[in-house]
């Protein structure tokens, strides 16, 4: 477990938000009308990468409501060379599948497919241990987006390093039964 001025220095979160195979698993099964896919990330994450500023410059309309309509979103890295260069460390987290990688018949759900060990999570955190000293703050993004894979490793980092089972959708902890034990299921209130 990082101690908690560390934890508080480290934001973990997932790259990009708006993946078709996320819904019925990450978010909602039938969301109400006006329903924010970002505000509703932000409530398990301290980080979401708008990762196609990754490729090329952003696009306003994209992403020019993400600060302004998310105050629960801490942080995002959109900017990275400019924000990153002296005080801060980012490190993108992939699983590639490195059987099925360079095989020609596979497509984009076989290549990224292979999802991080709790041993291999534990060694993340154990690096972010390290890295914290070095930079005022930490921030790494997932990008095994594949049926919320990406969210699962994220909450699974943050219970190995904070010591306590963050809240998740009950829909990712009952597709990804694994995770139940580091994450405990949201239960939105009715009254």
Same mark, same amino acid.
């Given at each position: 477990m990082?101690a908690?001025? *560390?934890s508080r220095?480290i934001?973990?979160?997932?790259a990009?938000w708006d $993946?078709?195979?996320?819904s019925?698993?990450? $978010?909602p099964?039938?969301?109400s @009308?006006?329903f924010d896919? +970002?505000?509703?990330?932000t %409530?398990?994450?301290?980080l +979401?990468?708008i *990762?196609?500023?990754l $490729?090329w410059h952003a *696009?306003? &309309?994209?992403?020019? @409501?993400? =600060? +302004?309509d &998310? !105050?629960t979103?801490?942080? #995002?890295?959109?900017g990275?060379?400019?924000r990153?260069?002296?005080?801060?460390?980012? #490190? &993108?987290?992939s699983?590639?599948?490195?059987?099925r990688?360079?095989?020609p018949i596979a497509?984009?759900?076989a %290549?990224?497919v292979?999802?991080h #060990?709790?041993a291999?999570v534990?060694a993340?955190?154990?690096?972010?241990?390290r890295?914290? *000293?070095? +930079?005022?703050?930490?921030f790494?993004a997932?990008?095994?987006?594949?049926? @919320?894979?990406?969210l699962?490793? =994220?909450l699974?980092?943050?219970?190995? #390093?904070?010591?306590?089972r963050?809240? =998740?959708?009950?829909?990712i902890?009952?597709?990804?039964?694994?995770?139940? !034990?580091?994450?405990?299921v949201? %239960?939105?209130?009715l009254?």
């Open positions: 990082l908690a001025h *560390d220095r934001r973990i979160g997932v990009g $993946y078709p195979d996320w019925r698993i990450v $978010y099964a039938r969301p @009308g006006g896919r +970002v505000a509703w990330i %409530r398990w994450v301290d +979401v990468e *990762d196609n500023t $490729y *696009d306003p &309309q994209d992403v020019g @409501g993400c =600060a +302004v &998310q !105050p979103a801490p942080q #995002s890295t959109i990275l060379v400019l990153f260069t002296a005080r801060g460390g980012y #490190s &993108q987290i699983d590639r599948n490195s059987v990688w360079f095989a497509g984009r759900d %290549r990224y292979d999802r #060990s709790l291999e534990g993340l955190t154990q690096t972010a241990r890295m914290v *000293d070095e +930079v005022a703050e930490l790494g997932k990008n095994n987006h594949i049926r @919320g894979l990406a699962v490793t =994220a699974e980092f943050r219970s190995l #390093s904070e010591g306590r963050p809240e =998740a959708p009950r829909a902890v009952t597709t990804h039964l694994n995770l139940s !034990p580091h994450a405990v949201h %239960r939105d209130r009254f």
